[in-house]
């Protein structure tokens, strides 16, 4: 399906981006991973073996993105798509909205939504000289729908109300990147998976599981099969849009 495609993934040690790099490269294609986990990333590169490469940087930053797009044609001689997948959080992520102190806020937000916006603005102009490109973003449920926080209750986790914001500014950054670049042969799109099965607690699980039609929590190769669609020429006319996997969570 993507033979000799390059796909360039942030955020690749994650739980997420690696199971994508895992089913681009089982699909044919090469994977240039990126992350700042310079041991997890090194060590999930070599099992991915010579068809992915790994960059260590913070990718938030708009000099490591160019280098990030440096190495990659250097290795690869291009780059077909990318996949934004990073998630760096502050020291205090999670705390309790009444909690909440200005210095995290704006470092969560920052690095999260405004990374995301530099990556695509970096990428953007990559694919623009290229005069062809695929870009996809990872939000969530949580940027489409308000929290259901009847499943936190009687346990310790929370939903950060900067998750939403993050979240839900991805989802609007998609669709004015697809509509800014109209004409240009680039196709800008996003996922927005349900929660992903991370060692939660049971309560919460059992709760969650109450709101969707056939499985719960979803592990993240659940994800795979709707990017591949959408890294494929079988989605070569949707732009702009946001595809929920969420196993029904949203009805």
């Known amino acids: 399906m993507l033979k000799n495609f390059v796909v360039a993934i942030s955020g690749g040690a994650g739980k997420i981006g690696y199971s994508l790099a ?4 089982k699909n044919n294609g090469k994977v240039i991973l990126g992350d700042a986990n310079i041991s997890q990333g090194k060590k999930l590169a070599k099992k991915l073996g010579k068809n992915c490469l790994f960059f260590h940087g913070d ?13 990659g044609k250097k290795k690869f001689k291009k780059i077909d798509a990318a996949i934004h997948c990073a998630y760096p959080r502050s020291k205090k992520w999670g705390t309790k909205f009444e909690n909440l102190k200005a210095e995290h806020l704006n470092e969560d937000i920052t690095k999260q939504l405004g990374g995301a916006i530099i990556f695509s603005q970096v990428f953007m102009k990559y694919f623009s000289k290229r005069k062809k490109g695929n870009l996809i973003h990872i939000s969530s449920i949580q940027g489409l729908a308000a929290p259901k926080f009847e499943h936190y209750k009687n346990t310790k986790m929370s939903s950060p109300i900067e998750y939403s914001a993050v ?8 669709s004015y990147l697809a509509k800014y670049y109209k004409n ?26 109450k709101s969707c039609t056939s ?4 592990d993240s190769d659940d994800l795979n099969g709707t990017v591949l669609f959408l890294l494929s020429d079988n989605s070569k006319f949707i732009n702009g849009q946001n595809l929920v996997v ?4 949203s009805l």
Not at 168 to 173: E, T
Not at 215 to 218: A, E
């Open 22 to 25: 895992k089913s681009v490269i």
């Open 59 to 71: 990718l938030t930053s708009k000099k490591n993105i160019d280098n990030f797009i440096y190495n």
């Open 167 to 174: 979240k839900s500014g991805v989802i609007s950054i998609t």
């Open 184 to 209: 240009k042969n680039i196709r800008v799109n996003c996922v927005s998976p349900g929660g992903i099965r991370d060692n939660q607690d049971s309560i919460f699980k059992k709760s969650y599981r």
């Open 215 to 218: 499985k719960g929590l979803l």
């Open 246 to 249: 969420d196993d029904g969570w």
